[in-house]
């Protein structure tokens, strides 16, 4: 095996300070990288995604694991030479992407079984959630560090402060948990907040695109304008009274009072009626490959 810059050296000897604009906080401390590595489960054949690895410490504790393979995606190339050294060590196990996680598919880059490992960037940890979300049929399990509120916001159940849009899409399509809390310091530079660990392990039955993009809509309108009763909200949707009455749910409910089953119900009612909605007869839900 190569020899590698310790972990604690590598900010210093490769000029990696983190910057905001990357909403960039490193994880240096190595017990915490395990930690991390050990929450995803066996990782035994298994093809991971990591995305934003900057100095490598999740991603030498990945490594440490029997993982098929680990693919690396970072945009900031002042990590690159950084990450090159663990690349070296690990030729066969470890891919380093220099590519904007926003525009690169890993269901389509990787080969199942296939999971995310990540500390994701502070700035677009939210819309790769989403795009995940999108494809959880292709996922066997998501474990992401974000702000512990955003955190929160994904776990939260009906009628709490933080149950809303980004709730009830990751609960529909899995089982959400906490798998662990970070203070500000185990970051360097340390966040003004606290950071947790999200684990998602999709359902074997997965909507399909056309129901997903309908429960993106319906989320979209509910929650829009929380405090709106729903026979108000979902008016964009047209002829909310009836779609809701079909349903079986009282206009007078607000967005937060309703559990995920009834969004459910909402967007297959929506999709089925609704001259927006796609006619590729995808909407009943797909099983994972």
Not at 116 to 145: D, F, K, S
Not at 147 to 152: G, I, P, R, S, W
Not at 197 to 225: D, K, N, S, Y
Request: contains cysteine; proline residues 8%.
């Amino acid at each position: 095996m190569s020899e590698i810059t310790p972990l604690g050296e590598v900010v210093g000897r490769f000029g990696l300070d983190a910057r905001k604009s990357l909403g960039q906080h490193f994880l240096l401390d190595e017990t915490v990288c395990g930690r991390i590595a050990l929450l995803p489960g066996d990782l035994t054949g298994r093809y991971v995604l990591e995305v934003g690895p900057g100095p490598g410490g999740l991603t030498r504790a990945l490594l440490t694991k029997p993982l098929a393979h680990l693919t690396a995606v970072e945009l900031d190339v002042r990590a690159l030479a950084a990450l090159a050294e663990v690349e070296a060590a690990y030729p066969e196990r470890l891919t380093v992407v220099q590519q904007d996680a926003m525009k690169f598919d890993g269901a389509v880059a990787l080969p199942a079984p296939r999971q995310v490992v990540a500390n994701l960037p502070y700035n677009i940890g939210t819309p790769l959630l989403v795009g995940w979300l999108r494809q959880a049929a292709m996922w066997e399990r998501l474990t992401l560090m974000f702000q512990e509120e955003v955190a929160l916001r994904i776990i939260a159940p009906p009628q709490t402060e933080h149950y809303g849009r980004l709730a009830v899409l990751a609960q529909w399509v899995g089982a959400c948990s906490i798998g662990m809390r970070l203070p500000p310091g185990a970051f360097r530079p340390p966040p003004r907040v606290h950071s947790a660990v999200v684990i998602i392990t999709p359902h074997a039955e997965q909507p399909g695109p056309a129901l997903f993009r309908a429960m993106e809509r319906v989320t979209a309108a509910a929650f829009g304008q929380r405090r709106k009763m729903l026979r108000g909200s979902l008016k964009p949707l047209g002829q909310a009274d009836a779609l809701l009455a079909g349903c079986g749910i009282a206009g007078d409910k607000r967005a937060e009072e309703l559990p995920v089953s009834a969004f459910d119900a909402l967007a297959r009612a929506w999709l089925e009626r609704s001259p927006e909605a796609s006619q590729d007869g995808e909407g009943q839900g797909k099983k994972h490959p």
